[in-house]
């Protein structure tokens, strides 16, 4: 089975979340690693881990981020990681996956459904040798509550903070060289 190893420079998870029910506000996780041991001719095998560094959020509003740091989010000081860990992969068409899988926030573990693209292998050499990566993208909804993050204020006619969440990861994964 091919390991493949993410890149954590050509990887980044988006999400947006509803703001004042009126206005979409998107951001991104810039550190994310792990690795997904993936054949496309033995897609059922297919397995994943990845990690994401929760102090790598960013949205481009300081205090924004440092808010959504806090205990109020995602209380990056005693949680410093976001999980994800497939439990099940099934093939939904040419290049496209359903990934079953477990995931993490806060300390609080949630199945989760992720709908998924890979693309490539893709071949190039560097002055480092030649390497072979793939592309893969995934996606999900959540409910932010449901992982402990209740934070809100009410106002007449809505929520500061929307409950759903979009996800989006696009990652690029170097096939793991062998010593």
């Known amino acids: 089975m091919a390991k493949w190893i993410i890149d954590t420079d050509h990887t980044v998870a988006h999400f947006t979340v509803r703001h004042m029910m009126i206005n979409d506000v998107h951001g ?13 001719a033995d897609i059922a095998v297919t397995c994943m881990a990845i990690e994401i560094d929760t102090a790598s959020i960013f949205t481009g509003v300081e205090a924004r981020d440092n808010h959504l740091r806090s205990s109020d989010f995602f209380e990056v000081e005693k949680y410093p990681r976001i999980f994800f860990k497939s439990t099940k992969i099934e093939e939904v068409g040419s290049n496209m996956l359903k990934v079953h899988g477990d995931l993490t926030i ?11 693209e890979f693309f490539g ?17 995934a996606s999900a909804y959540l409910q932010r509550e449901d992982f402990g993050m209740t934070w809100n ?21 170097d096939l793991e060289k062998e010593d």
């Open 28 to 40: 991104q996780f810039n550190n994310i690693s792990g690795f997904i041991n993936f054949d496309p």
């Open 106 to 116: 806060r300390g609080v573990e949630k199945p989760m459904l992720l709908h998924a």
């Open 153 to 173: 204020y009410k106002y007449p006619g809505g929520f500061t903070v929307g409950r759903h969440v979009d996800i989006t990861l696009n990652a690029e994964a």
């Open 121 to 137: 292998p893709t071949h190039f050499t560097d002055e480092t040798g030649l390497y072979t990566t793939m592309g893969f993208a």
